[in-house]
C-alpha cells in the first residue's frame, strides 16, 4: 500500500466512525457548532498523529507486556500538550469544550489505530494514517455539525446563514440530535458506499 | 546479541515504562512552563471582565454609555472605573467600581465549600452593600449538567436585585424547586438535582456577607 492509499483507507474507506463505529462519544457531545467540532478534530488529529509517530518509532523496543501502558501514556501525553495550547491561545474554545479535550485520551480511535496500525508498521506510513483517521473523524464532525447548527441556531461557523423567518429547533442544539443525525450518515453512506442492507 | 538479551529479561518493561514516563514528563513540563504566562493571562482577563460585566449595567446607567460598548472598552474600561481595594481592606479580594467620585458597587470575590470542592464567586453589592447587583460563580467543581448549573444565568440571575440585608443580619434565603416561580423575595429556585450545591451557594454567600458586613461594623 502506498502512502496515498494509506490516507483514502483510513480516512474514508476504514472511516473510523461510520466504518468501525468508534469515538460516537465524542461525536455526539460537540457537534452543536462547526468552530467547536473544527477544533476538536484539528486538536484530535494532532495527538493522533503525533501518537502514531512515537509509537511507531519505539515499536521494535517496546516490551509486548506494557504496550498499551505505553500507547495510553504517549497519546495522555499529546492530549496534555493540545489542552496547554487550547488554555493559552484559545480560551473561550477551550472553556466550551471543556472536559471534552481531555477525554480525547478515552477515545477509542486512538487506542484502535495505535494498536492495529502504528505498532506495525513504519513511523511515516503510522503518521499519515494517524493525519487521515483524524481527517476521517474530523469530517464526520463537521457533517453533523453543518446540520446541528444550521437548523438550530441559523448559523455555519457563527455567520448568520438564514433569516430572521428561521425559527430554531432546538433539539438540534441538544445531544439527542446528533444520535440520528450519526444513525443517518452510517446508514446512507452504508447503502451507497457498502452496497450493505 | 547482548541487547536482545537484556530486552528479555524481566526487569526490562519497567525500566522502559519508568524511561518513557519521563522523557513525556519532561516535555510536558516544559510545554507548561512555557505556556504558563499565556494561561495566567488569558486567567486574569477572564476574571477582569467578569466583574466588569456585573457592573456593566450600573455603570452604563452613570456614564451614559451602554453596556455593549463598556465590554467592548475592556481592559481600558477596567482601568478606568475599578479599582482595587488594598489588601487587608477586608478578609476578601475587593474592588471598588468608581465614576469619577461617585462610588457605584464593590465587588467581592467570595468563596464557599461546594459538594466536591471550593467555589469561587464574584459579587457585586450596592454602595450601601445591603443589594446584590449580580452574583458570578467563577469556579466550581460541582457535578456536571447538575450542580454544575449554578454557572447558568438563570440561577445566578436570580439574586439580582435582592436586598440581602434586613435591619443589618443578612436574610434567609430560601429554595423552593426550580419548576415554580418565586412568590416571596427571598425564595429562590434551586437547581433540580443539585439541593447540596444550591445550598451550598446560599450558605457561601451568607457568610461571606457577614465576613464582609464584620468589617463594616469594626469601622
Same mark, same amino acid.
Given at each position: 500500500?502506498n ?12 472511516n =473510523?466512525?461510520?466504518? +468501525? ?17 473544527? *477544533?476538536?478534530?484539528l486538536g484530535?488529529t494532532?495527538?493522533? &498523529?503525533?501518537?502514531?509517530l ?8 517496546t516490551?509486548?507486556?506494557v ?9 495522555? =501525553?499529546?492530549?496534555?500538550? !493540545? ?6 491561545y484559545? %480560551?473561550?474554545i477551550s472553556?466550551?469544550?471543556? %472536559? ?8 477509542? *480511535? ?17 503518521f ?5 483517521a ?13 446540520f ?5 441556531f ?6 448568520r446563514i438564514?433569516? !430572521?423567518?428561521?425559527t ?5 442544539v441538544m ?6 443525525l ?5 446508514? *446512507?453512506?452504508?447503502?451507497? /458506499? /457498502?452496497?450493505l442492507? | ?8 529479561r524481566?526487569? /526490562?518493561?519497567?525500566?522502559f515504562?519508568? &524511561?518513557?514516563?519521563?522523557v ?5 513540563? &516544559?510545554?507548561?512552563?512555557m505556556?504558563?504566562?499565556g494561561i495566567?493571562? +488569558?486567567k486574569?482577563e477572564? /476574571? ?8 456593566? #449595567?450600573?455603570?452604563?446607567s452613570?456614564?451614559?454609555?451602554s453596556?455593549?460598548?463598556i ?8 482601568a ?21 467620585d461617585?462610588?457605584?458597587?464593590y465587588?467581592?470575590?467570595?468563596t464557599?465549600?461546594?459538594l466536591w ?15 446584590i447587583?449580580?452574583?458570578n ?6 457535578? %456536571? ?7 447558568e444565568?438563570w440561577?445566578?440571575? +436570580?439574586?439580582?436585585?435582592k436586598t !440581602? ?6 436574610v #434567609?434565603?430560601?429554595?423552593?424547586p ?13 437547581v433540580?438535582?443539585?439541593t *447540596?450545591?444550591?445550598k &451550598? ?12 458586613l ?6
Open positions: 500500500m502512502r496515498k492509499e494509506i490516507f483514502l483507507v483510513s480516512a474514508f474507506r476504514e =473510523s466512525v461510520w466504518k +468501525q463505529v468508534l469515538g460516537i462519544c465524542s461525536a455526539l457531545a460537540v457537534t452543536n457548532l462547526m468552530l467547536n467540532s473544527l *477544533i476538536m478534530g484530535f494532532f495527538a493522533l &498523529a503525533l501518537s502514531s512515537t509509537t511507531s518509532l519505539i515499536r521494535n523496543y516490551p509486548r507486556s504496550r498499551m501502558i505505553a500507547q495510553t501514556l504517549i497519546i495522555a =501525553s499529546y492530549v496534555i500538550i !493540545v489542552d496547554i495550547l487550547l488554555k493559552a484559545l %480560551p473561550e472553556k466550551q469544550l471543556g %472536559p471534552y479535550v481531555g477525554l480525547i485520551i478515552t477515545n477509542c *480511535i486512538l487506542m484502535g489505530r495505535l494498536e492495529a496500525f502504528a505498532s506495525k508498521n513504519p513511523p511515516l506510513d503510522s499519515i494514517d494517524g493525519i487521515g483524524g481527517a476521517g473523524y474530523t469530517l464526520v464532525l463537521l457533517v453533523i455539525a453543518f446541528r447548527e444550521l437548523f438550530g441559523g448559523s455555519l461557523f457563527g455567520i438564514l433569516g !430572521v423567518w428561521w430554531n429547533w432546538s433539539i438540534m445531544a439527542p440530535s446528533a444520535f440520528f450519526l444513525a443517518m450518515l452510517i446508514w *446512507i453512506i452504508n447503502k451507497r /458506499y /457498502y452496497k442492507g | 546479541m547482548a541487547e536482545q538479551g537484556f530486552m528479555e524481566p526487569v /526490562y518493561p519497567v525500566l515504562i519508568i &524511561a518513557l514516563s519521563l513525556f514528563v519532561g516535555i510536558l513540563a &516544559a510545554m507548561y512552563r505556556n504558563e504566562p495566567e493571562k +488569558q486574569l477572564a /476574571y477582569e471582565k467578569s466583574i466588569l460585566s456585573l457592573c456593566a #449595567d450600573s455603570l452604563a452613570a456614564t451614559g454609555i453596556t455593549p460598548e465590554m467592548a472598552a475592556y481592559p481600558q474600561s477596567f478606568d472605573y475599578i479599582k482595587p481595594l488594598p489588601e487587608g481592606a477586608y478578609p476578601r479580594r475587593a474592588f471598588e467600581v468608581k465614576f469619577g461617585r462610588i457605584l458597587a465587588v467581592f470575590d467570595i464557599g465549600k461546594g470542592g471550593t467555589m469561587r464567586a464574584l459579587i457585586a453589592t450596592t454602595p450601601a452593600k445591603d443589594t447587583i449580580g452574583i460563580v467563577y469556579e466550581q467543581l460541582e457535578t %456536571p449538567g447538575l450542580g454544575a448549573r449554578i454557572e444565568s440561577f445566578t440571575g +436570580q439574586f439580582e436585585q !440581602v440585608l434586613d435591619n443589618g443580619v443578612p #434567609d434565603f430560601e429554595l423552593i426550580e419548576g415554580q416561580s418565586a412568590a416571596e423575595p427571598n425564595q429562590i429556585r434551586q433540580t438535582g443539585a *447540596i450545591t444550591s &451550598a451557594v446560599l450558605t457561601m454567600l451568607q457568610n461571606e456577607l457577614r465576613l464582609i464584620d468589617v463594616e461594623a469594626g469601622k
